[in-house]
């Protein structure tokens, strides 16, 4: 099992351009979440899809943000133009819904973003 | 609303020496809790979940946590700290994607754990 992979690990980018994170899940979970973590307002949850479908994207800060899933093996969350403010880490985790017992998330270990 | 609050944002304790961390939960139905830790520049680590079985939990490297409803916590504990113990910790109280098994965590502020030689 290779766990939740993300990349890229570290990315610094200048105010205004467009970043794009990526996310390979769990193969056979089928649900995968966006995280973002800050000092100030430790872990929040983005986004969420069930079955590559989106079902919250309440946390979703404002429209330059957004988050594709096209398929049970990829996530991307890109932010367009980025802003200095956007500067967090952003995790990405997969669980697996089933009929049995509450199925934990399980984390990839994260992108360090840094705008400038 | 679901919720977690994590009491102490810093926790320093001696090699050898016992610890707990402390976690109370706000639901309206019956939560289902968790602790994750965080080591530098890493993800989160499952530690232990809270599924309504036993109240007290069992999970990986020792720790251990108890469902107390009474007074709606679920601190954790390690009978004797390592210095490989120092790192975040965090509680969560999951909420179901409808009547599925699994859904969205969410997380208290976190407690940074100090471990003296």
């Known amino acids: 099992d290779a766990g939740v992979i993300q990349s890229p690990r570290h990315e610094v980018t200048e105010m205004g351009q467009e970043v794009t994170l990526r996310c390979k899940p769990i193969?056979?979970?089928?649900?995968l979440f966006w995280y973002r973590q800050t000092m100030m307002r430790g872990l929040e949850l983005l986004i969420y899809f069930n079955n590559n479908v989106p079902i919250d994207d309440s946390g979703m800060p404002e429209d330059r943000f957004s988050a594709k899933m096209p398929n049970a093996s990829f996530s991307t969350l890109k932010i367009q133009p980025s802003e200095p403010r956007d500067s967090a880490v952003y995790f990405c985790?997969?669980?697996?819904?089933?009929?049995?017992?509450?199925?934990?998330?399980?984390f990839g270990n994260g992108t360090r973003l840094t705008v400038t | 609303a679901q919720s977690v609050t994590q009491l102490g944002s810093h926790v320093s304790v001696s090699e050898g020496a016992l610890f707990l961390l402390r976690c109370n939960y706000s639901?309206?139905?019956?939560?289902?809790l968790f602790w994750y830790v965080q080591y530098p520049n890493q993800g989160l680590q499952l530690l232990l979940k809270?599924?309504?079985?036993?109240?007290l939990v069992k999970g990986i490297n020792g720790f251990e946590a108890e469902f107390k409803k009474s007074e709606t916590s679920f601190h954790l504990t390690k009978p004797s700290a390592h210095m490989s113990d120092a790192a975040e910790y965090f509680c969560a109280v999951i909420l179901l994607i409808g009547s599925s098994n699994t859904g969205k965590l969410i997380f208290g502020q976190g407690t940074t754990l100090q471990v003296k030689p």
């Open positions: 809270y599924t309504s079985a036993a109240t």
């Open positions: 985790a997969s669980s697996l819904t089933s009929t049995g017992g509450v199925s934990p998330l399980h």
């Open positions: 193969s056979g979970h089928n649900s």
């Open positions: 639901s309206s139905v019956p939560p289902y």
